[in-house]
Every structure is written in C-alpha cells, then in structure tokens.
C-alpha cells in the first residue's frame, strides 16, 4: 500500500529501493544522456516503479506508479522543489513561472491567473481559427505540385502567432523564422545541461557557449521589443502582458522590472507555443501512419462543421479529434520528464527517499505503464472515451504535470490543438513523404530529431 506519511530520519524497517550503483557521477549520467527515454524504460523495465540510482554523491529515485506520481506532485508536493536540475532552464526562462518556488512563484502564479480564466480563453479562439487558416492557405502551393514541407516548423509558426496575439497582443509571424531557429538552438543547449555534470559557464567564450548566448539575445531583442511597445503605447491592456505589467506588489507597491516581465513573457512564449506545435505535429504523424482514424476523424470535423470554421461551440461535439489529442499527449507528451528534489526524507511504498535527493517522474513511460494501459505502444483514441478514462487511476495521465504546478495554460492548448488539427483535418490530408523516418528526442520538449517532411494533400470535397 503506498504511503504518503513524510518522515525527518528513516525508520530501520524502510527498505532501499532496488536498482544500480554507478561507479561515478560521469558513468551515470553518460548512461542517462545517451538516450534518456529508453534508459528511463530500461529502467522500469529492470527494477519495477520505484528504481534507486547511486552515484555518489548522488541519489536520484524513479518513480513510475501512478500513485508515486500523484504523492510527489500532489499529495506531499511541498516537500518535492523543482531544484537544481530545473535550474539549467533558468539561463533561457530566467526566474519565470515554470522554475519560480515558493512565495514568489505563488504570487506570480495567482497575478496570471486570471488571464486563463475560461471565459477569456474562449475569446481566443477566433485567434485560433484566423491563425489556422492562414497557414493552411500557404500549404496550397505545396499541395499542387505535392513538395513537402518541414510541419514541425508550421506548426511551430502557427502556434507563435496565436500566442502572440492572445497573450501579448502583438502578431510574431514576421518573426517566425528567427525566432523558431533561436528557440531551437537555445532548446539544444539546455537539454545538454540538463544532461551535464557540471553546469556551462556561459561567460567562457566556448563556441555552444556563444551560439546560445546569440539565440537568447535573439529572444531577448523579441521580447524586450514586445515590452517596450507596450510601455509606450501608455496602456497596459487586458491580455497576460497587461495584467504582468499592472500588477502592483501588496507590500511595496511596486511593479515588474522589465527583467521580471521578460522572463516570465519568455516562458510563456516557450510553454505557450512549443509545446502544442509539437502535440499538433506528433497528431499530425500518427494519423498519417494510421490512415483509417485520420478518415474517421475527418469524417466527423465534416459532419460536425459542415464546411464552417470551427467554434468554440463545436468543440464538444469534436469528440474523436479530441481523444486524438489525448492519445498524443499519451504517445508523446511534451514534456517527458519531471523532475523535483526533496527537502527532507520521504517514504514511498515502503521505501526511503533520502532529504536532498534527486526523484523523476516521467509521463512518456507512466504512459506506457502496462498494468493501466493495454498494448501501449498502439495508437489508439479509444482509450480516452469516458468510461475507458474513468476506470484508470488519475496520475496514469498527466501530460500537464498536476497537483499545484499543473500547466496554467492546459485549457488553452488544449483548445488551439483541437481548433487546428480540426482545421488541418478538413482542408487537407497529409501524408509522411516517401523515405522519411521520424524519430524522437528531448530538447526539453519532446520533438522530431530531424525535419518532419510531409507531404500536404488538398480534399476535393472541401
């Protein structure tokens, strides 16, 4: 039976978790960097839902169980920081959101809240639908003469510009290119920290050290420009950068300083695009590789829309597009792994998690977890209908994270994904091009390693 109780020194009747000794730090984490994915599987596979790694003076925990997830994230989440590991983000997304703790994290949290409050999102989604057509309308050309195209790299733009506009109220599409080239670069480099030892010390002129320190200024020069608009147009306005910039501090009075405002723009325009561009392009694959749900789901944006952009209103009816969605964010969820660090000692099914450890959860293999999920590696929406949903724990799913640090955008995307794959379902069939093999890695996302060509194909009934 899994424990929640916490404990400040481990009682002698706590087992250590089954798993592997490393001989040094370098062992292990050359093991892990290697192919993170199939080591954190490997793992599972070896020792079971809760697997100790020794190298000293390391200690990290895997935890694989829906209920271990649901403790570390949920039930006992103080006691579980985001810590040092999160903390190779921070030279990319400076102190935002996603790597704030404590009090300040709280306060930013509660001051964005409401710009993702239900009723705002909803006015979102003509935004959403513009946006989509748009670049659908510049697929036609490609579709004639049937060249493919990079749709990471759609996909990519389509969701920076629904962002942009919903958020901070500006259109970024003039600065699509630069921008997804610099986030790429910058995403390259902390996926490598994150795998290093030892952190970079950017001020070394070393040449990754200096291609980051030029995608950052990129971002920076983008965000910044953002900001600096807005300052002087003389109003805040009513979107996410607006309601950043009016907030007042309850003490002091004072607002964000630029950097303040930067770095939390910056994490929502990383969380706020990357992370749907990539669930609407892993959707887009696997219905070309499963032709038969692509056609079912086609079927039913027809019956559903009859030829009209969806709206707001149409989304429930959308029923299998959106259990398409849900098995993506299953099959590939964007964020794979999870990462915290204790304060003081915990228990876990029995076992002892020591104080200033390392634990990981991660969605891609809990996802996969056979004892709540039949054949897993099978793309099936079936899974997601009510009652197949409600018979599995709830941290067998959670593509968002959960408990207090659940995505404050998961609505948002969630809706634009729906909108624009409905969109991209009833303009067009696309196809993977002849020859091409996509495969997977993490760059803090879980993305294509290569460009995903694939082919657009325009319906003759639309």
Same mark, same amino acid.
């Given at each position: +039976?899994?424990?929640?109780?916490?404990?400040?020194? @481990?009682?002698?009747?706590?087992?250590?978790? @089954?798993?592997?000794?490393?001989?040094?730090?370098?062992?292990?984490?050359?093991?892990?960097?290697?192919?993170? &994915?199939?080591?954190?599987?490997?793992?599972?596979? *070896?020792?079971?839902?809760? !697997?100790?790694?020794?190298?000293?003076?390391?200690?990290?925990?895997?935890?694989?169980?829906?209920?271990?997830?649901?403790? #570390?994230?949920?039930?006992?989440?103080?006691?579980?920081?985001?810590?040092?590991?999160?903390?190779?983000?921070?030279?990319?997304?400076?102190?935002?959101?996603?790597?704030?703790?404590?009090?300040?994290?709280?306060?930013?949290?509660?001051?964005?809240?409401?710009?993702?409050? %239900?009723?705002?999102?909803?006015?979102?989604?003509?935004?959403?639908?513009?946006?989509?057509?748009? +670049?659908?309308?510049?697929?036609?050309?490609?579709?004639?003469?049937?060249?493919?195209?990079?749709?990471?790299?759609?996909?990519?733009? !389509?969701?920076?510009? !629904?962002?942009?506009?919903?958020?901070?109220?500006?259109?970024?599409?003039?600065?699509?290119?630069?921008?997804?080239?610099? +986030?790429?670069?910058?995403?390259?480099?902390?996926?490598?920290?994150?795998?290093?030892?030892?952190?970079?010390?950017?001020?070394?002129?070393?040449?990754?050290?200096? %291609?980051?320190?030029?995608?950052?200024?990129?971002?920076?020069?983008?965000?910044?420009?953002?900001? *600096?608009?807005?300052?002087?147009?003389?109003?805040?306005?009513?979107?996410?950068?607006?309601?950043?910039?009016?907030?007042?501090? =309850?003490?002091?009075?004072?607002?964000?300083?630029?950097?303040?405002?930067?770095?939390?723009?910056?994490?929502?325009?990383?969380?706020?695009?990357?992370?749907?561009?990539?669930?609407?392009?892993?959707?887009?694959?696997?219905?070309?590789?499963?032709?038969?749900?692509?056609?079912?789901?086609?079927? *039913?944006?027809?019956?559903?829309?009859?030829?009209?952009?969806?709206?707001?209103?149409?989304?429930?009816?959308?029923?299998?597009?959106?259990?398409?969605?849900? =098995?993506?964010? %299953?099959?590939?969820? @964007?964020?794979? #792994?999870?990462?915290?660090?204790?304060?003081?000692?915990?228990?876990?099914?029995?076992? !002892?998690?020591?104080?200033?450890?390392?634990? +990981?959860?991660?969605?891609?293999?809990?996802?996969?977890?056979?004892?709540?999920?039949?054949?897993?590696?099978?793309?099936?929406?079936?899974?997601?209908?009510? *009652?197949? $949903?409600?018979?599995?724990?709830?941290?067998?799913?959670?593509?968002? $994270?959960?408990?207090?640090?659940?995505?404050?955008?998961?609505?948002?995307? &969630?809706?634009?994904?729906?909108?624009?794959?409905?969109?991209?379902?009833?303009? $067009?069939?696309?196809?993977?091009?002849?020859?091409?093999?996509?495969?997977?890695?993490? %760059?803090?996302?879980?993305?294509?390693?290569?460009?995903?060509?694939?082919? @657009?194909?325009?319906?003759?009934?639309?």
């Amino acid at each position: +039976m899994h424990s929640t109780a916490q404990i400040e020194s @481990p009682a002698h009747t706590l087992r250590r978790a @089954p798993g592997k000794r490393y001989p040094t730090p370098f062992h292990f984490f050359y093991a892990a960097r290697r192919d993170p &994915l199939a080591f954190l599987r490997w793992a599972a596979g *070896e020792y079971g839902d809760v !697997v100790r790694l020794d190298a000293w003076p390391f200690v990290v925990h895997l935890l694989y169980h829906p209920n271990h997830v649901k403790h #570390v994230l949920q039930e006992n989440n103080r006691n579980y920081w985001k810590g040092n590991l999160i903390g190779r983000v921070k030279p990319l997304i400076g102190d935002g959101l996603f790597t704030s703790e404590g009090d300040f994290w709280r306060r930013q949290r509660r001051l964005a809240q409401p710009a993702f409050h %239900r009723q705002r999102i909803e006015a979102f989604a003509t935004i959403m639908s513009d946006a989509g057509a748009q +670049m659908l309308d510049g697929w036609e050309s490609a579709a004639a003469d049937g060249t493919p195209i990079d749709l990471m790299e759609h996909m990519s733009r !389509v969701t920076l510009r !629904v962002v942009g506009q919903a958020l901070f109220g500006v259109d970024l599409i003039g600065e699509a290119a630069g921008v997804g080239r610099a +986030m790429l670069a910058a995403l390259q480099f902390v996926s490598e920290e994150a795998f290093s030892i030892f952190p970079s010390v950017l001020l070394i002129p070393a040449p990754r050290n200096l %291609r980051f320190r030029r995608a950052r200024a990129r971002l920076d020069r983008v965000v910044l420009g953002i900001i *600096e608009q807005r300052r002087q147009s003389g109003t805040t306005g009513d979107d996410l950068l607006g309601m950043l910039m009016a907030a007042r501090d =309850e003490t002091t009075g004072e607002g964000m300083s630029d950097r303040q405002l930067r770095d939390e723009v910056m994490t929502f325009v990383l969380a706020g695009h990357e992370t749907t561009a990539v669930t609407l392009a892993w959707a887009c694959l696997l219905l070309a590789q499963h032709p038969e749900v692509g056609e079912q789901v086609r079927h *039913e944006v027809a019956t559903v829309l009859a030829g009209r952009t969806p709206m707001l209103a149409d989304l429930p009816r959308l029923e299998l597009t959106r259990r398409v969605i849900d =098995e993506t964010l %299953r099959l590939y969820p @964007p964020v794979a #792994v999870i990462a915290r660090e204790t304060f003081a000692a915990d228990e876990i099914d029995g076992y !002892v998690i020591p104080a200033k450890s390392g634990v +990981m959860v991660s969605p891609y293999v809990t996802h996969r977890h056979p004892a709540f999920w039949r054949d897993p590696e099978r793309f099936d929406p079936e899974r997601f209908t009510p *009652e197949q $949903s409600a018979a599995r724990p709830g941290f067998a799913y959670f593509p968002f $994270s959960g408990g207090p640090r659940l995505c404050i955008g998961n609505e948002f995307a &969630l809706m634009e994904a729906q909108i624009l794959l409905a969109m991209i379902l009833q303009r $067009s069939r696309v196809e993977v091009a002849p020859g091409h093999n996509v495969q997977h890695e993490i %760059r803090v996302t879980l993305r294509p390693r290569q460009p995903m060509l694939m082919v @657009p194909h325009r319906l003759q009934c639309a």
